[in-house]
Nanobody, 122 residues
Framework: HVQLVESGGGSVQAGGSLRLSCARSRDIRSLCMAWFRQTPGKEREEVAS????????YYADSVKGRFTISVDNDKNTLYLQMNSLSPEDTAMYYCAARPGGFCPADENEFDYWGQGTQVTVS
């Protein structure tokens, strides 16, 4: 079992930046990790995903050029640097992980999820 703990959320003005972190409880080889977000009444949306070797798997069109996903395997931590934030980015942000070296398009194929961290942009 892997535990994921997000941090770094908060309130920020439009145009500002935040960096989210997701610490995992143990090292896993060949891992896919991702950030998702969800607002009340809407489906959860995948924001970005990355392989444990640092290869980028996916960015949503809505965040390309503004958000950067990265991973530090020495620290067992996933990051999401968010710049030029807008109110449309307001959501609960979740990190997810899937062992096996494949980044799926279907969120249901991710095995582990964090509790989420709230991002509010005004």
């Amino acid at each position: 079992h892997v535990q994921l703990v997000e941090s770094g959320g908060g309130s920020v003005q439009a145009g500002g930046s935040l960096r989210l972190s997701c610490a995992r409880s143990r090292d896993i080889r060949s891992l896919c990790m991702a950030w998702f977000r969800q607002t009340p009444g809407k489906e959860r949306e995948e924001v970005a995903s990355i392989y444990s070797d640092g290869r980028i798997a996916y960015y949503a069109d809505s965040v390309k050029g503004r958000f950067t996903i990265s991973v530090d395997n020495d620290k067992n931590t996933l990051y999401l640097q968010m710049n030029s934030l807008s109110p449309e980015d307001t959501a609960m942000y979740y990190c997810a992980a899937r062992p096996g070296g494949f980044c799926p398009a279907d969120e249901n194929e991710f095995d582990y999820w964090g509790q989420g961290t709230q991002v509010t942009v005004s």
